[in-house]
């Protein structure tokens, strides 16, 4: 016997309970039993957010398109101007996004595995001050970083420009406080930190980005905001909802605030800390240079094949793990720790794992990293 | 005890055993699992379309995105020029659409329930010589309206100017031929006759417009098909899917060719017919003047208050049926005839409005639209 278990940083496993709570006779999203949901989904993703004045609204799509959707409602063609971060394969996709859209960006490259830096975006806010607006990846999920939010929010606040946070990987298992960080827009999708399918993007838009947004007309359709703040202030949606996700969205929102987010962020921040330690005493190296506790990237050891490891997790002990994206492919492995992952799923992880190296030819003593973890958890608990 | 029945065009009910398929254990997107679910979905979707030779896609989204990707993709600023019609709420969204991206668009008003007219197309089309792209829905949601797109296809494919339908009503319930009619670019979405949750887009794009969409670059980012052509050729999805539905979409689609499209047409027309005949015989006038059998209209009798209407059928009966939109509202309620309805459906859907008709002060002898329906399905059968 083999379980599936995915330890991809998205599309993440779903609780059971929650599966078949989808799996109810389905619902019309123009009832009172959907408006009342929505309404209750909606404050609680304010707590999610963590703020009391922004609007949090749901867009069916990936999260690139509630990432699209932040980007082109906000910046305006030939008003404002974009100071955009590459330091993985996500930074890279929102300049990818201002460029079809044909917006003024400066899409600065940053070595992939560091965080962005707040001094560089305060050096270069100041030469250029037609820069605006901020976008920024909180938790890259391709070199598992992390940058530091609540720094770059107080250098676009002092300059009132304009903060768009990809958030992708953090919100609901990183702490990510919106209010409290300046931030403008964040956006997020369903199938990370909130541990359901695919298929909701969701942006929180802030009274100052609603300004901002209301300048000039959206140049898209589909993913223009302002269809979605009007059809939220009646519980309705502007185009039909995948409503069931809505319904899972409901339930997992309940199950966080239960837990409270304080709990979740050092939850997951002790399973990122035992992989790291694990990863370490098998001589594995951790890749990023301000790892993010949403996802770990480890560096393949030498000798070992990739490819192989990864297959082998898979066929052997029905682990998914994640490979490297872009630069990384073939380089890193990578090890989610956001959602329905508990001690006993990452020991389950971090045991497969030494047995895989083992067998493919690296050079460890067996148990060295599960036993690493466990003085982890010791100390946690 | 009262069941909940959606009779909503849109969402329809979902057969029980896909919800709960839907609710294994989740994939991941990039693992041979999820790749031979793809393959499998593109081949069985070519039969749904009935297409040989283009490409189906599938968009994580409302319908209304895999819309803005056919239009966005295909027509050109400054290079084509669209003649849309606007016989309802939905041909009124794609001309929106057009104005949004800017795009050079005809938006062309008829009579809300009547269908397009081919006569007109030709006569505007030669009017006109620089309408190159033609945007119909097939079968008009908010009038429950029927339009001959095998006629207007010979118009456009004589002048070679592209094709686009909204078939979001009508692929999979009604004889709807890509490669016959010459249709260049089709779109539906999953919660109609596929009956599924919402939250998946469908897009099936022929050579030809594959050609035009290459001669320039898509103003847009999410819904670019390019990007949705190239994920594709490895079974993959340029943003994570939703996947979760995109099985359930298997599952359907194996139905759909196991009891074959052709008696599924018939199958929605038998509904279809007995739901106008048994309005006719209770004094409720079927309202279109072409009308498809996916979702019948009809208007409120005098006296009558449409919103006790509903309400009563709701509330007494647990039938969620739907409204008028825009300038219908009040006016008409509508019952659909796709996805996941039988005979007994459609006659407890006729009993129930008979009784609450019946409560409202209207006056016919009850019985008369069951009876009539009773009389189409004996004939049919």
Redesign the interface.
Known sequence: MK??R?F?P?????PEDV??H??????????SFYRDMLADVTDHLKYLFQTDHADPMVI??????AG?AAIVSSVHAGKNKVLNFNNGKFGERWG??CK???LACVDQEVEWGTGVDPAVVEKMMNADPKIDTVICVHSETSTATLSDIAAIGKITQARNALLIVDCITSCGCLPMKFDEWGVDIAFT?S?KALML???LGLCCVAPKAWRRIDEA????????LKAYRKAVRTWDN????????VLGLQKVLHGVKQRGLENIWKETRMLADATRAAATAIGMKVYSKSPSDSVTAMLVPDGVDEAALRKTM?SAYGM?IAGGQGDLKGKVVRIGHMGYIDIGDTLAAIGALELTLKGLGHKFELGAGLRAAQEVFAKAL
């Open positions: 379980k599936i995915l991809t998205g599309p993440v496993m779903v599966m078949l989808m799996a109810q006779p389905i619902e019309h999203h123009r009832t069916t799509g990936s999260g690139t398109a699209e990818k996004v079809a859209f044909g999708g199938q399918p695919p298929g007309e959206c140049p898209a359709f589909y993913n223009d502007p185009y039909t909802p995948a409503n069931t996700l898979r998914q």
